[in-house]
């Protein structure tokens, strides 16, 4: 099966520092990666789509200044939380699918941020 | 707007017991949907979707145009079951929308 995989599982960061999160996929080649949000309790709110070499589609109400999003190559996508505050701590999960439409999402285990 | 609604936050049964998890959606095209399961500190995965008309362990899912739902469905609930489960659907280029998700417990 195809394994995708994010590192870290979990980060404390102090406020104002920027935290990046890796997502990578294992054996297979991502055409697309994608990037969630997941409240306690919550469903997996979709943040932003990301493409090998091209710039990311952010959601509505998304602050691309604030999530960087980078899709260097089609194995590795990283989101970056700038200048982070306690409001941005949440679990971050990302996913790739690989081929180009309507096909399976493979999920990282997601990372625990952590703001203080 | 696309949106996917599930109703119920938690869904507790017993052993052996039918269970059914509603899904509603909205959407304006043909979406394909899904539901993605989480066990207890396990990572999301894909339970089924409704293009494979597939019972993936016992669970069956069928699409309603008419009524916009996509219930999932098993006739004999285990307690392996116990876990947290999404409906979703994407309209085009994998973009996966999430309904709030449900908590189904069995019980023994």
């Known amino acids: 099966g195809a394994v995708v995989s994010q590192h870290p599982s979990w980060v404390i960061c102090k406020s104002g520092t920027s935290v990046k999160i890796e997502c990578r996929s294992l054996?297979?080649?991502?055409?697309?990666m994608f990037w969630y949000r997941q409240f306690p309790k919550q469903s997996l709110m979709l943040m932003a789509t990301s493409n090998e070499g091209s710039k990311a589609t952010y959601e509505q109400g998304v602050e691309k200044d604030k999530f960087l999003i980078n899709h260097a190559s089609l194995t590795l996508s990283t989101l970056t939380v700038t200048s982070a505050h306690p409001e941005d701590s949440s679990f971050y999960i990302c996913s790739a699918t690989r081929g180009q439409v309507n096909t399976e999402a493979f999920f990282g285990q997601g990372t625990r941020l952590t703001v203080v | 707007a696309q949106r996917v609604t599930q109703p119920e936050k938690l869904l507790s049964v017993f052993k052996g017991a039918p269970v059914e998890l509603k899904c509603n959606y909205s959407?304006?095209?043909?979406?394909?949907l899904f539901w993605y399961v989480q066990y207890s500190r396990q990572r999301l995965q894909l339970l089924l979707r409704h293009i494979s008309r597939e019972s993936i362990k016992g669970f069956t899912a069928d699409l309603n145009k008419g009524e916009t739902s996509f219930h999932l469905k098993k006739p004999f609930a285990q307690e392996e079951d116990s876990a947290m489960y999404y409906c979703?659907?994407?309209?085009?280029?994998?973009?996966?929308?999430f309904g709030a998700g449900t908590r189904l417990a069995v019980h023994p």
């Open positions: 959407y304006s095209g043909s979406p394909e």
């Open positions: 054996d297979f080649q991502a055409t697309t």
């Open positions: 979703a659907l994407t309209g085009g280029y994998n973009k996966l929308i």
